[in-house]
């Protein structure tokens, strides 16, 4: 890791910690149906990072996985359940959810799979109908 800002993070039980290092590459709001059951919430708050800023600290080996698709990974705590990240592989990325970070200044830019919402936000930010297009999606935006 670099001399950039850093950011802690752990599961619910504090066996799992992470740490990410830098500036994400995007942050925001997802709403897709496999987010929302996994979170067990109708919104689930994302960082994405380049995998070369994540750091599992603490108990690597207690952490297990699940692949529902080949987009993503979802790993948890196997003590605690809690979940941690999800890395998807298609875009080189890793979120780390932004709620397992405490002091980390999170700062949404946009609504990903709006168009799967369960739970509509005004809030002014773009609400793209799947993801960006520069990350394979068609880029388009819906209203509020």
Known sequence: MSNAQ???GSCFCGAVQVEVSGEPAGMGYCHCE???HWSAGPVNAFTLWEPDAVRVTQGADNLASYSRTPASRRM?????????????PQMGLIDVYAAVMPDFPFAPGLHVHYQESVLPLRDGLPKMRDVPAEMGGSGQTLDE
């Open 34 to 36: 496999s987010c929302r």
């Open 76 to 88: 948890w705590c196997q003590t605690c359940g809690g979940h941690v990240m999800t890395e998807h």
């Open 6 to 8: 850093s950011y802690r």
